[in-house]
């Protein structure tokens, strides 16, 4: 059985917890997510900016995304060409890069435990915007 398997097993096990087999999906693509983003922003950090870092690894982290759940998460769904789709999913995640980068950069500019440890802001901007993303993609970019 292949790592992809196994993981739709533990979906389907989840999802009788009263979840939606799409939603705990996207939440595992926004878990590998965070990863990617925090690791851009402390990859960056000795560079530029936390604001700029943060920025930026919004965009990495939501282009890679964006590939997951096109490919795993929304599969079986009839997808657009995929630069139009991309642009979509940037164009709709705006929202939640609002709640998702502002709570982080709230918590740059008001905190310095998160200016030390920024994977604290990130986590906590991942939280704000994972339920406007995932309403915002389903509906208009894999719907």
């Known amino acids: 059985m292949n790592p992809l398997d196994l ?3 533990l979906v389907g096990l989840i999802a009788r917890l009263g ?8 939440g595992i693509v926004g878990t590998l997510g965070f990863v990617w983003d925090a690791g851009t922003v402390y990859l960056l950090r000795p560079f530029v900016s936390l604001y700029i870092a943060g920025t930026c690894s919004f ?13 795993w998460t929304f599969r079986h769904v009839e997808h657009a060409a995929a ?9 709709a995640n705006a929202i939640g890069f609002v709640f998702n980068r502002g709570t982080f950069f709230l918590l740059v500019a008001f905190s310095p ?3 030390k440890h920024p994977v604290i802001g990130i986590a906590a901007g991942s939280a ?11 509906r208009f970019v894999f719907g």
């Open 7 to 9: 993981l739709d097993r």
């Open 19 to 26: 979840f939606s087999e799409s939603f705990i999906r996207f």
């Open 59 to 71: 965009i990495v982290a939501a282009t890679i995304n964006w590939i997951i759940n096109r490919l």
């Open 83 to 91: 630069h139009v789709q991309w642009a979509k999913f940037i164009a």
């Open 113 to 115: 435990l998160v200016v």
């Open 128 to 138: 704000a915007g994972l339920v406007f993303n995932y309403l915002l993609s389903k």
